[in-house]
């Protein structure tokens, strides 16, 4: 029986459905290791995770199955095994799981028992839930391999526990959401960690896939509750734990290094950094284009993706109307100044004037209203999609998720683009962010030191400007009083009656909330954005277009 081990975690992405490529990451981290017994990757870290219906193909599942066995072949050198998690198939069932490669073959493979099936997850469409789990003996050490979900609920680690497993090692892909640090570290680890007396290592994946963003953030506890090592937030690392028997026989892993782990509103903007970036590079764009209006929501987008991708790979365009205002023009031109973006200006008036021309006949005797103000944000979509489809960029696109809750967006519009990392950001968010980024570098950021848009963009009343002297509190509530409701009506699921007994007035809160179920036909056919909290539009609310249930 040994008395010593040193595991290895890699804290690392995954390129979904790359698996030669993803195979090769994990052989390159295992040469470039330092000495040890093994070595660890996230969770599905073969296939990437999540990898939604691909599973259910076939030829993945085979391919999968190959890599495996060449990584396996891999490990015949003597040198660390490697815990590895792949898609299974078991008769006519797919599993999660994770596979013992050591000596030159699969040892063991163990598979997922609890599959999460809320928000942004649908294991249970894909996968098979396996029967609780046997520990791995490895080395003369019983390793309990619970994975993910496994110990977000007490009963793996306690079977496990309770079959003579002496350590957990848990890898995961768990998803970023505002203040899930604690929850992953209080709420989930170190409650496993007191009811099974056992030290417990999370180990979590980093990087965007779509609307998701991995934070890393993986840890090790030791059985007294106590934190050994806190790997950092969204950055790949590679650490080295030492682990001893003490003389009762329980293991212990030594002190390693404790990051610190952002706070609010820094976390928000990295998760926004490496959603954009990682959306733009992996699907091969070589930048972003994007409408500059001189409002907050546009300053903010083009802030995150010059600190993204770097000023040479965004192109800002400013798409004046007659109703565009001067402190507008200026407060773009001074954005892109700051940022060290191109910015080119394309006005919209001719386009506006043969629209007027065009439709005279058919709006004849109809005085000016919202189709007139909608056909003017059409022609600024149509305009940055030429630019787009003529040299490439992405074309990014700036609503933020307060605006996108009522509707109070041009579906065809500014709605349209390829991605928005503001979508799953309320207003009053937006600006916290702005007024973070004004005085804070991002430490990811490839952006300027200093401020990246003038003092005025964050103080002057929001407007989309598409008629005379509009302001966003003409059509809607102020923004202190819209996002709470808002809030509770999405984020909390409320009703408007709950909402009303938090101080809100009756007739505000049933108005909103009968925009919010108005506007679900334009929200599904919205662009993809960054996953923020924990009720995103996409893949965490699900609502039915035609609906006809109001609590108010």
């Excluded at 890898?171 to 007191?194: N, Q």
Aim: net charge negative; aromatic share 8%.
């Amino acid at each position: 029986m040994t008395d010593r081990l040193i595991i290895t975690l890699v804290q690392c992405g995954q390129t979904i459905g790359d698996l030669v490529g993803n195979a090769d990451a994990m052989l390159k981290a295992r040469a470039e290791a330092e000495p040890c017994d093994l070595i660890v990757f996230p969770e599905l870290q073969l296939i990437g995770y999540p990898p939604e219906d691909l599973v259910l193909k076939p030829a993945l599942i085979a391919r999968a199955a190959a890599e495996l066995d060449r990584l396996a072949a891999a490990t015949a050198d003597g040198g660390p095994a490697m815990l590895v998690g792949s898609v299974f198939q078991r008769e006519n069932a797919l599993y999660n799981g994770i596979a013992l490669l050591d000596g030159g073959q699969v040892r063991a493979i163990r598979l997922k028992h609890e599959l999460p099936n809320y928000g942004t997850f649908d294991e249970k469409r894909l996968f098979a839930s396996a029967p609780l789990q046997s520990p791995v003996p490895f080395r003369g050490v019983m390793l309990g391999l619970p994975l993910c979900e496994d110990i977000w609920f007490p009963t793996v680690c306690g079977h496990l526990k309770a079959m003579g497993a002496e350590l957990l090692i848990a890898p995961h892909g768990s998803p970023y959401e505002i203040e899930k640090d604690d929850r992953r570290l209080h709420a989930v680890a170190r409650a496993r960690v007191a009811e099974t007396g056992l030290p417990l290592v999370f180990l979590n994946r980093i990087g965007g896939q779509d609307e998701l963003v991995f934070d890393g953030a993986s840890f090790v506890v030791n059985a007294d509750g106590t934190l050994s090592h806190q790997l950092p937030d969204w950055e790949p690392a590679t650490v080295r734990t030492e682990w001893k028997r003490s003389e009762t026989g329980g293991w212990h892993c030594a002190p390693g290094e404790i990051h610190s782990l952002d706070p609010f509103p820094q976390d928000v903007y990295h998760a926004m950094i490496v959603g954009l970036r990682d959306y733009v590079n992996a699907n091969g764009f070589p930048g972003v284009v994007l409408g500059l209006s001189g409002g907050i929501d546009s300053a903010l987008s083009a802030a995150v993706a010059v600190d993204a991708l770097g000023a040479d790979r965004v192109w800002c365009v400013m798409l004046p109307s007659r109703y565009t205002s001067q402190e507008s023009l200026d407060d773009a031109a001074e954005c892109a100044r700051l940022l060290g973006c191109r910015l080119d200006s394309i006005p919209i008036a001719p386009a506006v004037d043969a629209f007027d021309a065009m439709l005279s006949q058919s709006f004849e005797g109809r005085a000016p209203d919202l189709a007139e103000e909608n056909i003017q944000s059409r022609i600024r979509a149509v305009t940055l999609m030429g630019l787009s489809n003529k040299f490439g960029p992405m074309l990014l696109t700036t609503g933020n998720k307060s605006e996108m809750s009522v509707g109070y967006a041009t579906i065809y519009g500014d709605m349209s683009g390829g991605y928005n990392v503001l979508k799953d950001a309320y207003k009053l968010t937006v600006f916290d962010l702005s007024r973070w980024r004004n005085a804070n570098k991002p430490p990811l950021g490839l952006g300027p030191d200093g401020p990246v848009m003038p003092e005025s963009v964050i103080t002057k009343p929001p407007s989309a400007e598409l008629r005379p002297d509009q302001r966003d509190d003409d059509s809607l509530p102020p923004y202190e009083i819209l996002d709470p409701i808002l809030h509770g009506l999405v984020e909390e699921e409320l009703s408007v009656a709950e909402i009303v007994a938090r101080g809100f007035d009756l007739a505000t809160v049933t108005r909103i909330e009968r925009l919010l179920y108005l506007a679900e036909y334009k929200r599904r056919q919205a662009p993809p954005g960054v996953k923020l909290g924990i009720r995103n539009f996409g893949r965490d609310r699900r609502y039915p277009i035609t609906n006809r249930f109001r609590t108010g």
